[in-house]
């Protein structure tokens, strides 16, 4: 396929996924496989997403997906994948695929293992510019991005006092647009961790080396080597600690980019539904600060996380999850607008080859009734670049509704708020938000028709990223 002179790498990962399922589906002995098709017609009074001369559009699209799973003794195979196909016309891509594969094997018994990933999703080039929600507005702020890793690995067990592990991982990531540059990395890892005759006390020496190149050469060079340690004091509580250097090259202000760095943390369980994993320590950057919680109730979740990492958006871009089938109750999840399960990224201030610290929290609540779902959500992202005085600030909050409201009619509402700020050369801030309602409608076993309206408002101190959209979309779904 090609678009605008550039060839698209969507034949690439097709022939991976093709290659996955060929080779792995001798060894999965069990297939399970389901498709749908979607119908929409989308009305919006902003195709173009300005804050003036708005005009209308009416776009049909078609959307077919299908799922497989396969399981076997050695092997395992996951494939979900959609094509978007609109009429809008103009600079708009008319098709926008949506892949995410996976696959695990055993090749040797016990001993070689190879792990593969496909994805093909949509992106903002631009992430804190105008993009809209989906693929069918007029600001050329999309590109296509398709990922592929392909990752051997070997295991041994010495008796019971420990286990290694050899991973070699190749990443491929490539994008349709070409103001966007192609990346490629490459990862050693080597981990012995002790075994199970070790009960109360462990202990693991893990080593990294993540060598990450785009069409001019080499980006960065990210290697470490950690000894860790923990004891389990008593049924709730262990403690934790590591000690380890690292030594990285990538474009920086600084000349401080490697040295030691360390983490003493405890994981407190006091009752099986319950996990508190905390921890600080120091790394060339400064002072580091880490936890995670979970709580599972009968009929509710608690979820919330905060981690400081050195990571750049080829990584984040390469680990998304493009596809989130259920939710922690086990219910599908929509876009509300789109109405199928395509999910955006999240949290990347930019797509290019600079290397930064990111600050993440997040935290999430979800609460099941008989009949209603409540669900609750926020995140705060700081990003501090090394390559210059670019600091990117995101947060956001969400809430969101569902509600049965009879044996074949179901309503949902959410409300979403969103504020970007960027500081270094030029400052910019924009707030949005954004109100959706829909309502989905059982017309048979395998049929459902979905009414969904959205109102967005965004506000921002540049000229040109302000606007007001309102949209509607029917959409009809088929289970085949």
């Known amino acids: 396929m090609i678009i605008s002179g550039r060839s698209y790498p969507i034949t690439r990962v097709i022939s991976l996924s093709g290659l996955t399922l060929f080779s792995f589906s001798a060894l999965a002995a069990e297939w399970n496989s389901t498709a749908s098709i979607n119908a929409s017609a989308v009305y919006t009074d902003n195709v173009n997403l300005v804050t003036t001369g708005k005009e209308s559009d009416l776009t049909p699209t078609l959307t077919p997906s299908i799922s497989l799973h396969g399981k076997g003794a050695r092997a395992t195979v996951d494939l979900t994948a959609a094509a978007e196909f609109n009429g809008q016309g103009g600079g708009n891509d008319s098709v926008n695929p949506r892949l995410q594969a996976d696959a695990k094997a055993e090749l040797f018994e016990r001993v070689a293992f190879i792990d593969l990933n496909a994805t093909a999703t949509q992106n903002a080039i631009e992430p804190l510019a ?6 069918l507005n007029n600001r050329g702020n999309k590109t296509t991005t398709y990922s592929y890793k392909i990752s051997p690995y070997l295991k041994s067990r010495f008796k019971g006092l420990a286990d290694t592990e050899l991973r070699y991982t190749y990443n491929d990531l490539n994008h349709s647009e070409g103001s966007v540059g192609d990346t490629s990395s490459e990862t050693v ?50 403690v934790t600690g590591s000690i380890g250097t690292e030594s990285n090259d990538f474009n920086s202000v600084s000349t401080n980019r490697d040295g030691s760095r360390w983490d003493i943390g405890a994981v407190w369980t006091p009752n099986p539904r319950t996990v508190f994993d905390f921890g600080f320590g120091d790394r060339f950057f400064g002072s580091t600060k880490r936890f995670s919680f979970t709580h599972t109730g009968r009929r ?3 979820t919330a996380s905060y981690s400081q990492d050195l990571t750049d958006s080829t990584t984040l871009l ?11 109750f086990g219910q599908p999840i929509i876009n509300p607008v789109t109405g199928d399960p395509f999910l955006l990224a999240q949290n990347i201030s930019t797509i290019g080859n600079s290397t930064f610290v990111n600050d993440q929290l997040t935290v999430g609540y979800s609460l099941k009734g008989r009949r209603t779902t409540l669900s609750l959500n926020g995140n705060i992202s700081e990003q501090t670049y090394q390559d210059s005085s670019r600091e990117v600030s995101q947060y956001g909050l969400g809430a969101s509704i569902n509600r049965q409201l009879s044996g074949k009619i179901s309503g949902d509402l959410g409300l979403n708020w969103s504020e970007s700020e960027e500081k270094g050369t030029a400052s910019t801030q924009s707030d949005t938000w954004r109100l959706s309602a829909g309502i989905n409608q059982e017309l048979g076993p395998k049929t459902n028709l979905r009414l969904n309206y959205s109102f967005t408002d965004r506000s921002s101190n540049q000229s040109g990223q302000s606007y007001e959209e309102n949209r509607l979309s029917l959409t009809l779904n088929h289970t085949l």
């Open 318 to 328: 390469s680990d998304q999850v493009v596809f989130q089938v259920v939710d922690q």
């Open 300 to 302: 509710s979740t608690l």
């Open 189 to 238: 890892n080597l981990s012995i961790t002790s075994g199970p005759d070790f009960k109360l006390f462990s202990w693991g020496v893990n080593a990294s080396n993540k060598v990450t190149d785009n069409e001019q050469g080499q980006v960065s060079e990210l290697s470490s080597a950690d000894f860790d340690l923990g004891y389990q004091l008593n049924r709730r509580w262990r």
């Open 130 to 135: 105008v993009s809209g929600s989906g693929n």
